[in-house]
């Protein structure tokens, strides 16, 4: 009976191998600096678009008085619905006799 030899045995020890990719293996077929473009360029558009959607359009500056210009009107227009003059002086009493600590 003839003896044959195991198929491992045929070639030989396994020398170890490296992985090379070359341009065929490739996902790609850009180079890195037009990838590096494509990146800067879809994150500009990200941007832009995330600014779009924070802008208010129907926002007018215009619309605004300037806030370091003195105001024009009494104080009283500025008080909000329900609070009169009486009402201030009440609670800034209130708020000097806390601050004093006579409550």
Do not use: C
Not at 25 to 46: G, H, W, Y
Not at 67 to 84: A, D, E, I, N, T
């Amino acid at each position: 009976m003839k003896s044959t030899a195991n198929s491992s045995q045929q070639f030989g020890p396994r020398a170890p191998t490296f992985y090379t990719p070359t341009q065929s293996f490739s996902d790609s077929s850009q180079t890195p600096d037009l990838q590096s473009m494509d990146r800067v360029d879809r994150q500009a558009k990200e941007h832009e678009m995330a600014k779009t959607r924070l802008v208010d359009n129907k926002f007018n500056i215009r619309e605004y008085p300037d806030p370091l210009l003195p105001r024009q009107k009494l104080p009283s227009y500025y008080y909000p619905k329900g609070v009169s003059a009486e009402t201030e002086k009440h609670l800034l009493a209130l708020i000097s006799k806390i601050k004093a600590g006579n409550a």
